[in-house]
């Protein structure tokens, strides 16, 4: 999952930079004029783009498929993302466009743009919901028996009444710190918590990785680590008699690859961010270096994840990381365990709810441009804030409802995801360009997607 966070000193162009309607082209441009930032700011920005609560269900892929196929899994879309940016990147200094959005609307007219626009809406609503339920999972937990930070502060005393449910708890979350954080009509008051939510988020992909090491140094790992595709009986939920062959288990690597393609996406704030830049033109040296750091963190996490859990890995791996495990099995001091616990929960929330005020705005934006064909900043107050708690009460309903992230994540991954990351490139080369090897990779990558999108969706509901 992803987080489109432009550059801090030009929050307020963001909400303008996913949508923005071919009259809004030179008051957008007047904003990205305003600031500037450095090739150092622009790689910062855009990993905060990239990384996401996404990151937590990584370890899951590993589980699923191996260490060797997940890394190489990784890779790829690795690879693949970066070829799709440039391509985006391409197109849009082609057409002076000030945004993805408007590169489409340009090529394949209205149409196209809604398209698009749906597409973006379903990605950031998505994660928006994946956010909420990552949230109910660190400070609730899951019933029966809540492991959550909450209940365990009550010393489980209270695990049934109703102030420690799911519902509950994100509900004063979403009035009392996402609700306020949303009144003001500017990202500025927002920025100020981004880079401390890069830093915590580095912060939790070093504990995990310490705790991995800590595993394997004392004999601690899990005893069913497959570095190539596990035997069905030894995977999460795995069992022989459903007659689950190594064959089958192949057949999950679109689900994997959906997901890290989640995990990737980035595609529509490459160009707000490249113009923020004082060198527009380094933007293309930007993408690689911050795909390529955010290659090396979903590495870490994911099989530090999955050498500390093994087959028991789940969707979100922080349901894996509770005082008993980090307690027992690692044979740390109890006191110095529930500082861990508690400390890589709280450390992850505040980000989260962050991230999860900062997906709104393109959320908004693009149902404004979808239903009132205006930017979201154009509108009053009465049909602004309308839209805004439309959004947050239908993440918080769906969080509350749907509390796997995983098939959350999974199906984003193989519709939005695949449909902004690479049908709309390839389809922005195949329309612009006759060269053959040109052609052939805009086949493929069309090809590609549609693979994945069947595959992962046959595999997920079928």
């Given at each position: 999952?992803?987080?489109?966070?432009?550059?801090?000193?030009?929050?307020?162009?963001?909400?303008?930079?996913?949508?923005?309607?071919?009259?809004?082209?030179?008051?957008?441009?007047?904003?990205?004029?305003?600031?500037?930032?450095?090739?150092?700011?622009?790689?910062?920005?855009?990993?905060?783009?990239?990384?996401?609560?996404?990151?937590?269900?990584?370890?899951?892929?590993?589980?699923?498929?191996?260490?060797?196929?997940?890394?190489?899994?990784?890779?790829?879309?690795?690879?693949?993302?970066?070829?799709?940016?440039?391509?985006?990147?391409?197109?849009?200094?082609?057409?002076?466009?000030?945004?993805?959005?408007?590169?489409?609307?340009?090529?394949?007219?209205?149409?196209?743009?809604?398209?698009?626009?749906?597409?973006?809406?379903?990605?950031?609503?998505?994660?928006?919901?994946?956010?909420?339920?990552?949230?109910?999972?660190?400070?609730?937990?899951?019933?029966?028996?809540?492991?959550?930070?909450?209940?365990?502060?009550?010393?489980?005393?209270?695990?049934?009444?109703?102030?420690?449910?799911?519902?509950?708890?994100?509900?004063?979350?979403?009035?009392?710190?996402?609700?306020?954080?949303?009144?003001?009509?500017?990202?500025?008051?927002?920025?100020?918590?981004?880079?401390?939510?890069?830093?915590?988020?580095?912060?939790?992909?070093?504990?995990?990785?310490?705790?991995?090491?800590?595993?394997?140094?004392?004999?601690?790992?899990?005893?069913?680590?497959?570095?190539?595709?596990?035997?069905?009986?030894?995977?999460?939920?795995?069992?022989?008699?459903?007659?689950?062959?190594?064959?089958?288990?192949?057949?999950?690597?679109?689900?994997?690859?959906?997901?890290?393609?989640?995990?990737?996406?980035?595609?529509?704030?490459?160009?707000?961010?490249?113009?923020?830049?004082?060198?527009?033109?380094?933007?293309?040296?930007?993408?690689?270096v911050a795909l390529s750091s955010c290659?090396?963190?979903?590495?870490?996490?994911?099989?530090?994840?999955?050498?500390?859990?093994?087959?028991?890995?789940?969707?979100?791996?922080?349901k894996n990381l509770t005082l008993d495990?980090?307690?027992?099995?690692?044979?740390?001091?109890?006191?110095?365990?529930?500082?861990?616990?508690?400390?890589?929960?709280?450390?992850?929330?505040w980000p989260l709810m962050v991230n999860?005020?900062?997906?709104?705005?393109?959320?908004?934006?693009?149902?404004?441009?979808?239903?009132?064909?205006?930017?979201?900043?154009?509108?009053?107050?009465?049909?602004?804030?309308?839209?805004?708690?439309?959004?947050?009460?239908?993440?918080?309903?769906?969080?509350?409802?749907?509390?796997?992230?995983?098939?959350?994540?999974?199906?984003?991954?193989?519709?939005?995801?695949?449909?902004?990351?690479?049908?709309?490139?390839?389809?922005?080369?195949?329309?612009?360009?006759?060269?053959?090897?040109?052609?052939?990779?805009?086949?493929?990558?069309?090809?590609?997607?549609?693979?994945?999108?069947?595959?992962?969706?046959?595999?997920?509901?079928?």
């Amino acid at each position: 999952m992803t987080s489109p966070i432009p550059a801090l000193t030009q929050f307020p162009t963001f909400p303008l930079s996913l949508s923005l309607p071919n009259r809004d082209a030179g008051h957008h441009q007047r904003l990205t004029n305003a600031a500037s930032s450095g090739v150092q700011q622009a790689i910062s920005n855009l990993i905060v783009t990239i990384v996401g609560a996404g990151m937590l269900a990584l370890p899951r892929t590993i589980e699923e498929v191996g260490v060797i196929p997940g890394i190489l899994i990784f890779i790829i879309v690795g690879f693949t993302t970066l070829a799709s940016a440039n391509i985006i990147l391409h197109h849009g200094h082609r057409l002076s466009a000030p945004s993805y959005g408007s590169i489409v609307k340009q090529e394949f007219g209205r149409r196209g743009e809604i398209v698009l626009q749906c597409a973006i809406l379903m990605h950031v609503f998505g994660v928006m919901v994946v956010y909420l339920i990552t949230i109910a999972d660190i400070l609730v937990g899951s019933s029966p028996h809540p492991q959550g930070i909450l209940p365990r502060l009550f010393n489980h005393k209270y695990d049934d009444c109703w102030f420690l449910t799911r519902w509950f708890v994100l509900g004063v979350l979403s009035l009392g710190i996402i609700g306020p954080l949303l009144v003001p009509r500017s990202l500025t008051s927002v920025a100020k918590f981004s880079k401390l939510g890069v830093v915590l988020i580095l912060a939790l992909v070093c504990i995990i990785t310490g705790l991995a090491a800590v595993a394997l140094v004392n004999g601690k790992a899990a005893d069913d680590l497959h570095f190539f595709f596990p035997p069905p009986s030894e995977r999460h939920g795995g069992d022989d008699d459903k007659g689950e062959s190594r064959l089958d288990i192949v057949a999950t690597c679109p689900t994997v690859f959906s997901v890290a393609c989640l995990a990737f996406t980035c595609q529509f704030n490459l160009i707000p961010i490249q113009q923020s830049m004082k060198v527009p033109t380094e933007m293309r040296t930007v993408a690689k270096v911050a795909l390529s750091s955010c290659a090396i963190i979903y590495i870490l996490m994911a099989v530090s994840g999955y050498v500390l859990f093994g087959s028991n890995t789940e969707g979100d791996v922080l349901k894996n990381l509770t005082l008993d495990y980090v307690s027992r099995h690692l044979s740390m001091p109890i006191h110095l365990a529930l500082v861990i616990v508690d400390g890589v929960g709280l450390m992850y929330c505040w980000p989260l709810m962050v991230n999860f005020v900062l997906k709104v705005w393109p959320g908004r934006e693009a149902v404004s441009d979808l239903l009132l064909q205006k930017s979201a900043v154009e509108l009053g107050a009465l049909p602004f804030y309308s839209l805004t708690a439309a959004l947050v009460l239908g993440a918080y309903v769906l969080s509350v409802l749907i509390p796997e992230m995983y098939l959350i994540t999974t199906m984003i991954g193989a519709t939005a995801c695949m449909c902004l990351a690479y049908i709309f490139p390839a389809a922005l080369d195949l329309k612009t360009s006759h060269k053959a090897g040109v052609r052939v990779r805009a086949y493929l990558m069309i090809l590609g997607a549609a693979i994945v999108a069947t595959l992962a969706f046959t595999g997920k509901l079928g």
